[in-house]
């Protein structure tokens, strides 16, 4: 992840109802959660929820499956473990190897 991809998923993490939404997200792994279920689980409009999810995955943090009318949302990995790893890019004296722990202890392969 670059630094212009970083600061926007870092500027979508830091609105209330995106960071909840991508914290239930993560939360849920695999299994995902439909569009819906999310503003239900959250209290959210259905039309807000529409563009807070738009927000987070234009930032690379989550991802979308349709099937037929229903979206199911899910945490992207990927994209969260690119921006931790932006973040400590030059963590321990600019040896990023030194990190490479922390970075798998903290990203699940969900």
Known sequence: MDRTQS????AALAHETRLDVFRLLVK??????????I???L???QNTMSANLAVLSRAGLIRSERE????????DFDGMRGLLGFLMEDCCGGNPALC???LDEIACAC
């Open 28 to 37: 849920r792994g695999a299994a995902g959660m439909a569009a819906g279920e």
């Open 100 to 102: 490479q722990p922390v």
């Open 43 to 45: 209290g959210v409009r």
């Open 7 to 10: 600061i926007e998923a870092l």
């Open 39 to 41: 503003g239900e689980t």
């Open 68 to 75: 037929g009318r229903s979206i199911t949302y899910f945490a």
